[in-house]
T-cell receptor, first 116, second 112 residues
Framework: DARVTQTPRHKVTEMGQEVTMRCQPI?????VFWYRQTMMQGLELLAY????????DSGMPKDRFSAEMPDATLATLKIQPSEPRDSAVYFC??????????????FGEGSRLTVL | AQSVTQLDSQVPVFEEAPVELRCNYS??????LFWYVQYPNQGLQLLLK??????LVESINGFEAEFNKSQTSFHLRKPSVHISDTAEYFC??????????FGDGTTLTVKP
């Protein structure tokens, strides 16, 4: 049963600490997205990769957030230093490309981050 | 640029009643349209999609949505809801760049 796997599922940390979230996309998918979900802002796109290359990270605070794909099986989202306003659920999603990139997405179960 | 508007933030209905969740979009290019469902403490799951062909698309659990190009809408309907349909529903549109834009979500609450 192919699925997107995210770790950790829950993370509680203190302000100023580094946080790294990991995502294993579905094998064969060539697009990876990072979203942040909060009650106030809903779903926000943070970063978008196609074939491991970053295509759009305009939604990401550049001074503290970074997203990478070291290889096709791993995407990472790092926050350094973390702040209380970063508390949210972070979702990774991957998508297949069958000729045309339709944007169909498969989501992981999310990483719930609490920054105290 | 593209945008999605879900017209209702909360929809309460009684079990076995029909429901419609409304979604309008705007885009300067041809689009693909999706509905996703999110159950508590879970990620979003694809419910149904319109890529091309018949404008009426159906899911395996009784939901359907109709693509209306002239009204730029993709409303989600179910003739008879169950308690288990309680969840948040997101409408999404993808344009030429393959990047999805999501609506703010509609919380469907089915009451006994």
């Amino acid at each position: 049963d192919a699925r997107v796997t995210q770790t950790p599922r829950h993370k509680v940390t203190e302000m100023g600490q580094e946080v790294t979230m990991r995502c294993q996309p579905i094998l064969g998918h060539n697009t990876v997205f990072w979203y942040r979900q909060t009650m106030m802002q809903g779903l926000e796109l943070l970063a978008y990769f196609r074939n491991r290359a970053p295509l759009d990270d305009s939604g990401m605070p550049k001074d503290r957030f970074s997203a990478e794909m070291p290889d096709a099986t791993l995407a990472t989202l790092k926050i350094q230093p973390s702040e209380p306003r970063d508390s949210a659920v972070y979702f990774c999603a991957s998508g297949p490309q069958r000729g045309v990139n339709t944007g169909e997405l498969f989501f992981g179960e999310g990483s719930r981050l609490t920054v105290l | 640029a593209q945008s999605v508007t879900q017209l209702d933030s909360q929809v309460p209905v009684f079990e076995e009643a029909p429901v419609e969740l409304r979604c309008n979009y705007s885009s300067s290019v041809s689009v693909y349209l999706f509905w996703y469902v999110q159950y508590p403490n879970q990620g979003l799951q694809l419910l149904l999609k319109y890529l091309s062909g018949s404008t009426l698309v159906e899911s395996i659990n009784g939901f359907e949505a109709e693509f209306n190009k002239s009204q730029t809408s993709f409303h989600l309907r179910k003739p008879s809801v169950h308690i288990s349909d309680t969840a948040e529903y997101f409408c999404a549109v993808t344009g030429g760049a393959g990047k999805s834009t999501f609506g703010d979500g509609t919380t469907l609450t089915v009451k006994p």
